[in-house]
């Protein structure tokens, strides 16, 4: 599905009485799920073994 029948798609099924930052923030979602799902395809992944390390370098005081 290209990228303005995702986003036609999206808006339809908002409320009609949508405003425009309520579109544009559907419209920046489904931007930022494309990105996520480009950067996997290519291998730009975190482990959750990796987060749960840097979380905890975080956290420990």
Known sequence: MSAK???LQAIHRLPDDADYR???EEIAFLAALEQGDQDIQVGRVVSNE???KKLESWTSS
């Open 22 to 24: 309520a579109i544009a």
């Open 5 to 7: 029948e995702s986003v």
């Open 50 to 52: 990796d987060v749960r």
